[in-house]
């Protein structure tokens, strides 16, 4: 009798020690699985995303890419979401201020470039562009009252500010006398023109019209300094996103998602 008791608690002791053993068994492969074997992971190919294009860009460009709260939204943000999808592909956000956008490039920390960004023949010999989505123009902000600056002509001399690193500070320079205040970003470009530390300032159409909205007390001049294209920047040399790229813009074309982008942002399909 007191045999057999002793040899119940024995069996039901083993019983419990065996359960935890396969406990911690089960328990610590998946930890391992999960932290300390990445090529096992399922998260990353899952959905057959197992490539992530990495986009750079610079928001206060409305409505092209600008921020909504903490979001990073616009135009060119939906456009490459689209090309992600197409591309099989998940899609991440870098930041960064729009001159350091083709270094980025080139040092390979983004895989391409969406920020209204204009094709130049300076630009191309450092990048590869993709085909055009969007034809813009560069315009030039004075204040509606007392402008020192009523046509084009009389840029000359004047302080005129820029976003850095843009075609509107390559044409800003080119302007007799004129002297250029570059700044960081196209928002910094307005303070000083609001406060009367610049003359005027020289930035593309969209978001020019933008700010029209929000300063009542500036306008624009009805002249264009210049007309320009839009494209999708990428690593001199990767031919294979390249194709990539325009074969998607193509097809945005093609199937409305593209003149509903249009819509969405500028209200109707024009282009
Ligand atoms: N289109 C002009 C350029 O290529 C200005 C672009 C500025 N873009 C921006 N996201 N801040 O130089």
Do not use: C
Not at 15 to 42: C, H, Q, R
Not at 64 to 83: H, M, N, P, S, W
Not at 134 to 158: C, F, H, N, W
């Amino acid at each position: 009798m007191v045999q057999h008791k002793r040899y119940n608690k024995l069996l039901k002791r083993l019983k419990v020690g065996v359960f935890v053993v396969i406990v911690v068994a089960v328990v610590g492969y998946m930890y391992w699985d999960v932290e300390l074997n990445p090529s096992s992971s399922t998260a990353q190919t899952a959905g057959g995303l197992e490539k992530t294009l990495v986009l750079g860009t610079d928001p206060g460009f409305k409505p092209f890419e600008y921020k909504q709260g903490q979001q990073t939204v616009g135009f060119d943000i939906d456009l490459a979401r689209e090309i992600a999808k197409d591309t099989n592909r998940s899609l991440q956000i870098e930041e960064i201020a729009f001159d350091g956008l083709l270094p980025a490039l080139q040092a390979g920390r983004i895989d391409l470039i969406a920020a209204g960004m204009t094709v130049t023949s300076e630009r191309k010999q450092n990048a590869e562009f993709s085909n055009s989505y969007y034809t813009a123009t560069q315009k030039v902000i004075v204040p509606k009252v007392g402008s020192v600056v009523v046509g084009i002509e009389d840029l000359a001399g004047k302080r005129i500010g820029v976003q850095l690193g843009t075609t509107g500070d390559t044409l800003a320079r080119e302007i007799n006398g004129a002297k250029v205040v570059q700044l960081q970003s196209t928002s910094s470009v307005m303070q000083e023109l609001n406060s009367r530390r610049i003359d005027a300032a020289i930035m593309d159409n969209g978001p020019a019209s933008q700010y029209l909205v929000t300063n009542p007390g500036l306008t624009m001049l009805s002249r264009n300094l210049s007309r320009e294209e839009y494209a999708i920047a990428i690593r001199k040399g990767n031919t294979k996103l390249l194709k990539e790229v325009n074969d998607s813009i193509a097809k945005m074309k093609r199937d409305g998602r593209y003149d509903a982008l249009v819509k969405k942002y500028f209200g109707a399909a024009k282009l």
